[in-house]
């Protein structure tokens, strides 16, 4: 199998933690030029796939891909209609913001017509003054809302990303965000640690001395919070970022810890061949599009896997999850968990899966 990722580098503003490439851009602004670089972008890259299997699931990421018109998800549907086979595509993910789920009327039976089955919102907290110090776009009430309209919607696949580990933020605040998400009852639930990302305001608050980080007893405390909550409420935990009900874990992001092929479009974005290649298109709208418009592929990088960064991928993308690493790759097992085929990390010990993942690496 194989997957297609498109990311789509807009957003209305930025948020204070985000590193992710992408501009600032109103609503109301075309992206046609964008759009037209990723047809051509496609079509030169046709060939990517090809002998990797079926695609069985495409993903817009972002960026804020909620930002689009409906017409320019349609047209962006027909592109990748033009070029890929995508019959057999079984799970169509888009991230959405809260607040575009809310004011645009347009918005949701566009994302029906062109097939999407799952919807991934960015809601990170249920604290009105927390969601103000990260400078998202959405409040409280609109996160609650739009989770109801998309469920009115016929949305029965919804995963909703939180953060925690942030220097504001109390035992007792998070524990209340938890509570929120799970009174929601979202199919899936993505929770990430705070870092300082490069690029982000943070990252500069944090070079001037006016953030600093909370200590790693603190943010030990917050996961096992979040392990506590989500798994009472009835999620487990598959990877060491995500819980899900039964089956419904994400399909598109399994597929990357299983080094699957995945053909990534659009600024920024890494494909990989499903074996010994990856390669990356330059982080710049301007670099990407001329490049496109020149009749050439932007070109960002790319590297050949050696033997031994193929099996330290391999380690580090199995053990992060409770799948595990496949046997065949680990002699010592140590403190891991033998779970029949594979050995993994024990579910107490996720929060420092780093330090342990560096003791099977080559
Ligand atoms: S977190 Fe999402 S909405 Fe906020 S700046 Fe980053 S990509 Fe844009």
Same mark, same amino acid.
């Given at each position: 199998?194989?997957?297609?990722?498109?990311?789509?580098?807009?957003?209305?503003?930025?948020?204070?933690?985000?590193?992710?490439?992408?501009?600032?851009?109103?609503?109301?602004?075309?992206?046609?030029?964008?759009?037209?670089?990723?047809?051509?972008?496609?079509?030169?890259?046709?060939?990517?796939?090809?002998?990797?299997?079926?695609?069985?699931?495409?993903?817009?990421?972002?960026?804020?891909?909620?930002?689009?018109?409906?017409?320019?998800?349609?047209?962006?549907?027909?592109?990748?209609?033009?070029?890929?086979?995508?019959?057999?595509?079984?799970?169509?993910?888009?991230?959405?913001?809260?607040?575009?789920?809310?004011?645009?009327?347009?918005?949701?039976?566009?994302?029906?017509?062109?097939?999407?089955?799952?919807?991934?919102?960015?809601?990170?907290?249920?604290?009105?003054?927390?969601?103000?110090?990260?400078?998202?776009?959405?409040?409280?009430?609109?996160?609650?809302?739009?989770?109801?309209?998309?469920?009115?919607?016929?949305?029965?696949?919804?995963?909703?990303?939180?953060?925690?580990?942030?220097? /504001?933020?109390?035992?007792?605040?998070?524990? #209340?965000? *938890? %509570? @929120? $998400?799970?009174?929601?009852?979202? =199919?899936?639930?993505?929770?990430?640690?705070?870092?300082?990302?490069?690029?982000?305001?943070?990252?500069?608050?944090?070079?001037?001395?006016?953030?600093?980080?909370?200590?790693?007893?603190?943010? /030990?405390?917050?996961?096992?919070?979040?392990? #506590?909550? *989500? %798994? @009472? $409420?009835?999620?487990?935990?598959? =990877?060491?970022?995500?819980?899900?009900?039964?089956?419904?874990?994400?399909?598109?992001?399994?597929?990357?810890?299983?080094?699957?092929?995945?053909?990534?479009?659009?600024?920024?974005?890494?494909?990989?061949?499903?074996?010994?290649?990856?390669?990356?298109?330059?982080?710049?709208?301007?670099?990407?599009?001329?490049?496109?418009?020149?009749?050439?592929?932007?070109?960002?990088?790319?590297?050949?896997?050696?033997?031994?960064?193929?099996?330290?991928?391999?380690?580090?993308?199995?053990?992060?999850?409770?799948?595990?690493?496949?046997?065949?790759?680990?002699?010592?097992?140590?403190?891991?968990?033998?779970?029949?085929?594979?050995?993994?990390?024990?579910?107490?010990?996720?929060?420092?899966?780093?330090?342990?993942?560096?003791?099977?690496?080559?």
């Amino acid at each position: 199998m194989a997957g297609i990722y498109l990311h789509i580098p807009f957003c209305a503003s930025f948020c204070t933690y985000c590193g992710f490439y992408s501009e600032v851009c109103p609503r109301q602004v075309s992206h046609t030029r964008y759009i037209e670089a990723l047809g051509r972008e496609s079509a030169m890259r046709r060939g990517f796939l090809e002998g990797r299997g079926a695609v069985k699931t495409l993903y817009f990421g972002g960026g804020t891909p909620s930002l689009l018109s409906a017409d320019e998800f349609r047209a962006i549907r027909a592109i990748l209609d033009s070029v890929f086979d995508l019959g057999a595509v079984e799970e169509f993910t888009v991230e959405v913001n809260p607040e575009d789920v809310v004011t645009c009327g347009d918005l949701l039976p566009a994302l029906k017509q062109v097939g999407v089955n799952r919807i991934s919102m960015g809601v990170q907290s249920f604290c009105e003054r927390h969601l103000k110090w990260m400078n998202r776009r959405h409040d409280v009430s609109t996160a609650v809302g739009a989770f109801n309209k998309l469920r009115q919607a016929g949305f029965d696949n919804i995963s909703i990303d939180l953060i925690f580990g942030f220097a /504001a933020l109390e035992d007792g605040e998070w524990s #209340d965000t *938890l %509570q @929120k $998400a799970v009174e929601l009852s979202p =199919e899936h639930i993505s929770a990430y640690q705070m870092s300082l990302e490069a690029e982000s305001t943070l990252a500069e608050l944090a070079a001037e001395g006016k953030y600093s980080e909370p200590d790693d007893e603190t943010c /030990a405390r917050q996961y096992a919070l979040l392990q #506590d909550v *989500l %798994q @009472k $409420a009835g999620y487990g935990q598959y =990877e060491i970022s995500n819980f899900c009900r039964p089956g419904r874990h994400s399909r598109h992001n399994s597929a990357y810890w299983n080094r699957t092929a995945y053909l990534g479009l659009g600024p920024a974005a890494h494909s990989f061949n499903g074996t010994d290649l990856r390669q990356w298109n330059p982080a710049s709208l301007e670099e990407y599009c001329s490049a496109l418009e020149a009749g050439n592929l932007p070109e960002g990088g790319q590297e050949r896997l050696t033997p031994d960064e193929i099996y330290n991928e391999q380690i580090m993308l199995g053990l992060r999850t409770a799948r595990g690493a496949s046997k065949d790759l680990i002699n010592q097992p140590g403190i891991l968990q033998d779970t029949g085929d594979a050995y993994r990390i024990p579910r107490d010990k996720f929060f420092i899966c780093d330090s342990i993942i560096e003791d099977y690496l080559r």
